[in-house]
């Protein structure tokens, strides 16, 4: 299966990603970006963006990339740093791109970036390849 095939299958079956309003940008081998704009329901009591979001729409563009290369591939490890607050009607960025690809664990850099182009989040992921591929 094409990365874009991939990509659908699981999204088609994620409302998590839909319920962020996850939209896809690109998405190839080891690679995927996605975007989604700020509602007002994520925002915490300082009236920014809830940490989950940015580390969820970082998640799902991780789940995206380490799986378009062909085999079912699950998170074993991630970490976020926030480094800029996000506000409603802010528009995010996550690009996901693969590190390392090795026989059983792979590696990914997550940048969320907001609409002028500057960063908000650095996310890393490990994640687990099984033997089950897609079909």
Same mark, same amino acid.
Not at 44 to 53: C, L, Q, T
């Given at each position: ?6 990509f ?9 990603s ?12 080891g690679?995927? @970006? +996605?975007?989604?704009?700020?509602? %007002?329901?994520?925002? #915490?009591?300082? *009236?920014?963006?809830?940490?989950? /979001?940015?580390? @969820? +729409?970082?998640?799902?563009?991780f %789940?995206?990339?380490? #799986?378009?290369? *062909?085999?079912?591939?699950?998170? /074993? ?47 890393r ?11």
């Open positions: 299966m094409s990365p874009l095939e991939i659908h299958k699981m999204y088609d079956n994620d409302p998590f839909k319920w962020l309003g996850a939209e896809l940008l690109s998405v190839a081998e690679s995927c @970006s +996605l975007c989604m704009t700020v509602r %007002a329901e994520m925002l #915490n009591g300082f *009236g920014v963006a809830h940490g989950g /979001i940015t580390f @969820s +729409l970082a998640d799902s563009a %789940a995206f990339a380490c #799986n378009s290369q *062909g085999r079912h591939t699950v998170s /074993i490890h991630c970490t976020v740093e926030h480094i800029a607050p996000v506000f409603e009607g802010d528009v995010l960025a996550a690009e996901a791109r693969e590190e390392n690809l090795g026989k059983s664990i792979s590696n990914y850099a997550i940048t969320v970036t907001k609409q002028d182009g500057s960063p908000v989040a650095f996310f992921g490990v994640a687990y390849r099984k033997q089950q591929v897609w079909e």
